[in-house]
């Protein structure tokens, strides 16, 4: 029996910021789940499963938030899977609902994700513990910082490369009301100039932490024909998984990354992605991530990525362009990172993304990865239904 | 609908033996002979799998992203097909299931590891209620299943010789059972929360356990008498156990009749009951007789290593069913405070 094609029926986001001390947590989700639901013209009732998905449960406080958050998502009386796998958590999340309605378990599934970073301190929440690691890294750029030198080396990309990308997306960004970060006034130099942080990474190349949630309607075929607005088509989603550190493990390009990005491709019937993707949103939490990626990912040949973000391709009136929405860069709730690329994708193929709509855009990549370069989530979304 | 198209099968299930302490080994070390049993099992490599689950929680492990360690054990490279649910690994079984009823994969190893005795539990666990209203009163684990347990006692449902006796027959069916850590009866002791008294609560301990699924063929080629997951479902209730009549499991229920647990009698119940009263309101739900086997490895109150215990109830059904012992057999998991969060699954062995 083949699988139930899925469909993207409603998107919802709150407004981002370093701290929502306006919300609780409840308040924080249900923000997000409420606009999916008008978007798809839902309510609470048509929902038959809530899928959550966060980054670990240290950064609010809260172990296994699903059991407190149940009320505020209409749960009650319903199945609720609650998903993390570190960065990628958004991603995995969302494929785990589309599999519910992929495997007609569901008809209608509510996927949620986000964080509260306000609660706790993330930089040192990411920044292991003794004996767990040497007392040697703070923060994930830290952890990062060695991956994207060995990239410099290796390519021989020019060290003005990150603050291309961390402008573009900045830029990106003042075109996205829901958007964390909204610098009307930067300017290249001011990257550039911009503090130290992890030698190569700048403060302005730098992700925030920010507070927010994401939400999106999955549905089957007959949901989708009910809905008000046009869907996305699910066309190929992958989750791929190495361990943290092994001898050979290559952090500049993950194998898994490689490989789920391949799975998605063969799904999806992609056979090159820089001629048949219209739009990627990567997870770019750092700048000089945005070469790598589209090295890891097939959009350029190993060490030339760093080119494409020159050329000025990857902007939002390039030929290929990346993270129309201002990135990781730019919003940064962790747990819901994931899925903001997800929902960004899908609003692209759907045609309202706003101010920053790649215009035709038809097929859309979202991204998603965490850990140490070691989980990877992917899903390609189109204008139109796959063929099957 | 939730009841499987496709014939989906558990194949294989290994546990570790759960201990009070394991200061000696990491998560992964504990975790690797159980995976190590169901592949040996099975003759799979971790190449072969065609999808991998796992259920943990960082705040038992005390620190950040501590799943991600368990991917050594795994041994997962190349890289594979992989999630993670932070719960119990019930749960991951579940989400493997809908993942090879998509068709995607027709094998999937689910795993689950819990480290109880690196914290306090009480403690920990009371950090999964409402940060407003609820979890800064610190009421704890055994508490609020004391709440339960007098609710079902004001209610004429059971008493605290009734309670013992429940304790006594799970810890005496634990006495065979190699895994456990309470292997036969206990005194039931002094109160620990009224009504609750030592016997009626689990002791903590550390442990960890695999299960491999498998669809159609492959199951019949891995494992002589696969337990078929004839329909798994689960359900949530309102947090605050004032919005609850603590007496009932009305999410137990649904996902049971969801489940197809009615459609015919079962021999075998396996049910993730921590308190002695959680027992009484699960047989309530599930309409378990006296003719019905419950908890031959002795539940939860003779072995509960936390985020395993849910998935071992599956583990110990599938395996009654693989050794002919159980024909149709019940599995359920629980998840928060009172019974919040209930999983039923129903297993069958192919006709003799």
């Known amino acids: 029996m083949t699988k139930e094609p899925v469909a993207v029926t409603g998107i919802g986001q709150t407004r981002h910021a370093a701290a929502r001390r306006d919300v609780s947590l409840p308040g924080l989700v249900r923000e997000a789940a409420r606009r999916a639901l008008d978007d798809a013209g839902l309510d609470w009732p048509d929902v038959e499963a809530v ?43 969302a494929l785990v609902a589309a599999s519910l309605v992929a495997a007609r378990v569901h008809r209608t599934v509510l996927t949620v994700a986000y964080e509260k970073q306000s609660e706790s301190n993330a930089m040192w929440a990411l920044s292991l513990p003794v004996p767990f690691q040497p007392p040697l890294l703070a923060g994930a750029g830290g952890f990062f910082a060695p991956h994207v030198r060995a990239y410099i080396r290796r390519s021989g990309a020019p060290a003005d490369t990150g603050a291309l990308v961390a402008h573009k997306d900045r830029r990106n960004a003042l075109l996205n009301p829901f958007a964390h970060l909204h610098e009307h006034d930067l300017t290249l130099e001011k990257v550039r100039s911009s503090p130290m942080l992890w030698d190569p990474i700048r403060y302005s190349e730098t992700c925030p932490s920010s507070d927010g949630a994401c939400a999106m309607v999955l549905t089957d075929r007959a949901g989708a024909a009910r809905a008000p607005r046009p869907p996305a088509w699910l066309h190929g989603g992958a989750m791929r998984s190495e361990p943290t550190l092994f001898p050979g493990k290559y952090f500049v390009s993950p194998r898994a990354g490689r490989d789920c990005a391949t799975d998605v491709y063969r799904q999806a019937g992609v056979t090159d992605p820089r001629h048949d993707i219209d739009v990627a949103e990567l997870y770019v939490p750092f700048s000089w991530y945005e070469p790598m990626w589209l090295e890891n990912l097939g959009f350029a040949e190993e060490g030339q990525g760093w080119r494409l973000t020159a050329s000025g391709a990857t902007a939002l009136d390039g030929d290929l362009p990346v993270n129309p929405s201002g990135g990781v860069l730019s919003t940064n709730p962790i747990g819901a990172s994931g899925m903001l690329r997800f929902a960004e994708a899908a609003l692209q193929v759907r045609g309202l993304a706003g101010d920053h709509q790649v215009p035709g855009a038809r097929r859309a990549l979202g991204h998603a990865y965490g850990g140490g370069s070691q989980f990877f989530a992917m899903w390609l979304v189109g204008a139109e239904p796959p063929a099957t | 609908m939730t009841r499987p198209p496709a014939d989906i099968a558990v194949v294989a299930f290994a546990q570790t033996p759960c201990r009070p302490r394991t200061g000696d080994v990491s998560e992964a070390e504990m975790l690797l002979p159980a995976l190590r049993a169901v592949l040996d099992a099975t003759g799979l490599r971790t190449g072969d799998l065609g999808f991998v689950c796992s259920g943990s929680s960082d705040y038992l492990a005390g620190r950040a992203f501590s799943f ?14 992989e999630s993670h649910v932070e719960m119990d690994g019930a749960w991951a079984l579940y989400e493997a299931w809908v993942r090879l009823l998509t068709g995607e994969a027709d094998t999937a190893l689910v795993h689950a590891h819990g480290m109880s005795s690196a914290g306090t539990v009480r403690d920990v666990l009371s950090r999964t209620l409402d940060p407003y209203t609820l979890a800064p009163l610190w009421p704890d684990a055994v508490a609020l299943a004391a709440l339960q347990a007098q609710a079902l006692i004001d209610a004429g449902r059971t008493d605290e010789k009734d309670l013992a006796a429940v304790a006594h027959r799970n810890r005496t069916a634990a006495a065979s059972n190699p895994h456990a850590q309470l292997r036969g009866p206990r005194p039931q002791g002094d109160y620990v929360v009224q009504p609750l008294r030592t016997g009626d609560c689990p002791p903590v301990g550390d442990g960890a356990a695999a299960v491999v699924l498998a669809t159609g063929d492959t199951a019949r080629r891995l494992c002589d008498h696969p337990a078929w997951i004839r329909g798994i479902d689960h359900r949530i209730e309102p947090h605050a156990p004032g919005l609850r009549d603590l007496t009932a499991s009305p999410s137990t229920r649904l996902a049971a009749e969801n489940a197809g647990a009615f459609d015919a009698p079962v021999d075998l119940a396996e049910l993730h009951a921590p308190f002695t009263a959680q027992e009484v309101v699960l047989r309530t739900a599930l309409d378990l007789g006296d003719d019905v086997t419950v908890n031959p490895s002795g539940g939860a109150l003779a072995a509960n290593p936390l985020m395993a215990t849910g998935l071992i109830r599956i583990g110990e059904a599938a395996a009654r069913i693989h050794r002919g012992e159980a024909h149709r057999a019940l599995a359920h998991a629980t998840s928060g405070p009172c019974l919040q969060h209930n999983l039923v699954a129903v297993l069958e062995g192919d006709r003799p």
């Open chain 1, 51 to 93: 899928v959550l998905g966060k980054a670990p449960d240290f950064f609010e406080g809260v172990m296994t938030p699903e059991l407190c958050l149940a009320d505020a998502l209409g749960a009650t009386g319903k199945p609720v899977l609650r998903v993390h796998t570190a960065g990628s958590v958004g991603g995995s999340t």
């Open chain 2, 68 to 81: 991600t360690l368990t991917l050594d054990a795994v041994g997962a490279w190349p890289p594979v097909p």
